[in-house]
């Protein structure tokens, strides 16, 4: 069992939609990031959060250290939208970004 | 935000040849580097971690005289794929930060690799 594990794998929205993409982790981790990976394979940040909820336009994420699980929401989506997200965890033992343990992905496809 | 290049973008290569990967941090000074592979379908796998100046450290199970890191300064390094076989065909991918716990991270645009 992987210790960070999102769902769904592949979600498929009609514009317009919100999305919500599901993130759990198993072990003690000090930080949760979202990772945009565009078709090309480009990996952009979108959020780091260890508490609580941050928002950047049309994209909203939390975090509940409790229940050990992160959500990612995407309001008004659009084609463009279309990408892997990926979350990851920084664990708790780590120094530096280099002790991150990835989810597989979620592959989001937004039809016009 | 920062700008990490990494480049070639794509590289098609003959069997038993080397590879270099560059990744450059362009407006920030980059203390450490990390390098990552992705198979199709999977998930970002760290293979090592590049600091200026001296050796990178591998991840269990990353032959580091195949996988040769160079980080001779604070906005380069490289990644060379020496004796390349099918099996190193994969997805690279770079990213670069100060070295501090829970930074945000910056990626490149990473670099597929085709071993023929």
């Known amino acids: 069992k992987n210790e960070v594990e999102q769902s769904p794998q592949n979600l498929t929205a009609q514009e317009g939609e919100f999305i919500t993409i599901n993130c759990s982790y198993s072990?003690?981790?000090?930080?949760l990031h979202w990772l945009q990976q565009h078709p090309g394979g480009g990996i952009v940040s979108l959020f780091m959060?260890?508490?609580g909820k941050k928002k950047h336009g049309r994209l909203i994420a939390t975090i509940n250290i409790q229940e050990k699980h992160s959500s990612l929401h995407i309001t008004a989506s659009h084609p463009r939208d279309s990408a892997v997200y990926i979350c990851?965890?920084?664990?708790?033992?780590?120094?530096?970004?280099?002790?991150?343990?990835f989810g597989k992905g979620t592959k989001l496809s937004v039809k016009p | 935000g920062a700008v990490v290049s990494q480049h070639p973008s794509r590289v098609i290569c003959k069997s038993g040849t080397s590879v270099k990967i560059e990744c450059r941090s362009l407006?920030?000074?980059?203390?450490?580097m990390f390098w990552y592979r992705q198979f199709p379908k999977q998930s970002l796998m760290l293979m090592a971690t590049?600091?200026?100046?001296?050796?990178?450290?591998?991840e269990q199970g990353v032959e580091k005289d195949k996988f040769l890191i160079n980080h001779a300064s604070l906005t380069l390094s490289t990644l060379t794929v020496t004796s390349a076989h099918p099996e190193d065909s994969s997805f690279y991918i770079c990213?670069?930060?100060?070295?501090?716990?829970?930074?945000?991270?910056?990626f490149g645009s990473g670099t597929q690799l085709s071993v023929l």
């Open positions: 072990v003690g981790i000090s930080a």
């Open positions: 990851a965890g920084t664990m708790n033992y780590g120094g530096s970004q280099g002790n991150l343990i």
């Open positions: 959060l260890s508490s």
């Open positions: 990213s670069a930060g100060g070295g501090k716990a829970n930074e945000k991270l910056f």
């Open positions: 590049s600091n200026e100046g001296s050796k990178a450290t591998y």
């Open positions: 407006d920030f000074q980059a203390t450490t």
